[in-house]
């Protein structure tokens, strides 16, 4: 009997937890969709049970958590990288952020349940949830379940719709495999659920098809230089490293191909900073001989400094300059560290040069008959409505990256996936260039044409593909889809205070 009600009272937490860490199978480097539409459904059969609010809040919670602690387990290699130091924070960091990342899943289950005893409304609220999830505190999208479907048919939606309205399309899928009917309609429903199984299955599997990419005239190099980060800005190391990316700069190209006509470094790959850097600049711009040469390097600016990218003409001088405006919190700044300051407490502010001060937004780069370029530095490539927020539409998007704190795991393969999903919503060629790996040429379909793996030191010598047409989610962001949840979710909330109104009405005229 102890048993028996142990599982009658925890079971459905229990279940949506593991669950949960099964649908994180989905996100790399496991990369099974199918194992994370499982769990989406057996999430929506959770919510047909007659469980209250809180109840209901508590099992998102414990599915939130399952699949955040393994799809977010990346973040404990930045600790291990002087352990001694900072490994006993990892499991602390683990689990924060895990269920800082639940709190969002479980507001959705809490919410849908308040507004209906079906289980529908979670389609409505999860979809929301997920959305406010990029927005709100500067966002953290990651492992978006959209994120899963990048090398599918499936994937090739985010061009119409964004991830936001892949996840809208596969909860629905989610929910209507979860349904349950009696009587007459059993049959003919269950039929339909096979019919729409076997079609998600084949949409999840088949790889996406497109077209072949169009190659422009123009041909880049991309430097993957395989710094380890405990080395990375060891004094005795430093040179090294510098000339290990000249050495690749000026390395010779194959037999019958091109120069190229632009060289592409990765993140912080310049070990001084930039206003200081003096004749290491005509350096960089000898070994490329005279190429322009794109590369990130820190900048200072008064008390200020700034995580920047800077484009280098054929004598070195930096011509171009954009510094990141979408900073990491507590990787790159504390927030309110400003505010502090104003109290004397200036050892967490950016404006006192602790950590990193936001650039003014994002901008394109004139490469001129290369044409215009969006950058975006590491985490920038993480946000899809912040790469289609300039007023003009750029032709590439380049993105430089050190995702060496992040280990040779997960995290580089999914911040990987992310890069391949803003060229798939964009319809524009990526060129992402990242320290240790992964270096990738890119095109609008999302698809890799070049890439370097983890771990390994070497270039990327290809043509430039050109971009697609402007594509529908290019054009329209978020906004409708945003428009359409919160008409849904107005629907919804009178419909239950409709429907509480007529129950309590009876009860107290009673």
Not at 204 to 217: G, K, Y
Not at 278 to 301: E, H, W
Not at 356 to 376: E, I
Not at 403 to 430: T, V
């Amino acid at each position: 009997m102890v048993q028996r009600s142990f599982l009658g009272a925890y079971g459905p937490f229990v279940i949506a937890a593991i669950a949960g860490a099964v649908s994180a199978l989905g996100q790399a480097p496991y990369d099974q969709p199918l194992a994370l539409m499982f769990g989406l459904t057996v999430a929506f059969a959770l919510m047909q049970l007659p469980r209250s609010m809180m109840q209901m809040a508590l099992i998102g919670a414990a599915f939130g958590c399952g699949y955040f602690s393994l799809a977010l387990a990346w973040i404990t290699e930045p600790f291990m990288i002087d352990a001694d130091r900072y490994g006993w924070m990892a499991p602390f960091a683990l689990v924060l952020l895990s269920v800082g990342m639940a709190l969002f899943w479980a507001l959705a289950f809490g919410a849908a349940r308040a507004l209906s005893d079906r289980a529908w409304p979670l389609i409505v609220t999860w979809t929301g949830a997920e959305m406010l999830r990029a927005y709100i505190l500067t966002g953290f999208p990651w492992a978006s379940p959209a994120q899963a479907f990048v090398d599918s048919m499936v994937g090739q939606g985010l061009s119409w719709v964004g991830p936001h309205g892949i996840n809208l399309a596969m909860m629905c899928v989610a929910f209507a495999l979860s349904h349950a009917a009696l009587g007459r309609g059993r049959v003919i429903l269950r039929t339909g659920q096979i019919a729409l199984a076997l079609c998600t299955v084949a949409l999840i599997t088949l790889p996406a098809n497109a077209p072949p990419a169009s190659m422009s005239a123009h041909h880049i190099r991309m430097i993957q230089p395989n710094v380890p980060q405990e080395l990375k800005w060891n004094p005795d190391y430093v040179r090294t490293f510098f000339e290990r990316h000249l050495e690749l700069t000026a390395q010779a190209t194959e037999q019958g191909a091109p120069w190229p006509d632009l060289v592409i470094w990765p993140e912080s790959a310049l070990p001084w900073r930039l206003e200081g850097a003096g004749p290491t600049l005509g350096m960089i711009a000898s070994a490329a001989a005279g190429t322009p040469v794109i590369l990130g390097a820190n900048r200072g600016q008064g008390t200020r400094v700034f995580n920047a990218l800077a484009l280098l003409d054929s004598a070195g001088l930096p011509v171009q300059v954009y510094d990141k405006h979408h900073i990491v919190p507590f990787g790159e700044y504390i927030p309110l560290g400003g505010l502090l300051s104003r109290f004397g407490i200036r050892g967490m502010a950016a404006t006192e040069g602790d950590g990193f001060s936001r650039g003014p937004g994002p901008q394109l780069l004139d490469l001129g008959p290369l044409g215009r370029a969006l950058p975006l530095i590491c985490y920038e490539a993480v946000f899809a409505h912040d790469v289609g927020g300039t007023e003009d539409r750029p032709d590439l998007l380049i993105q430089i990256t050190n995702d060496a704190w992040f280990g040779k795991n997960s995290g580089p393969q999914q911040h990987f996936a992310q890069a391949r999903m803003r060229a798939i919503e964009q319809g524009l060629p990526m060129l992402r260039t990242a320290n240790t790996g992964i270096s990738a040429v890119i095109d609008p379909w999302g698809r890799v044409l070049h890439s370097l793996p983890l771990g390994v030191m070497g270039i990327i010598d290809a043509p430039l593909p050109l971009p697609r047409d402007p594509t529908i989610y290019s054009v329209t962001g978020d906004k409708p889809l945003f428009l359409f949840l919160t008409m849904l979710l107005c629907v919804l909330t009178i419909r239950a205070r409709r429907y509480r109104k007529n129950i309590d009405g009876p009860q107290a005229r009673a």
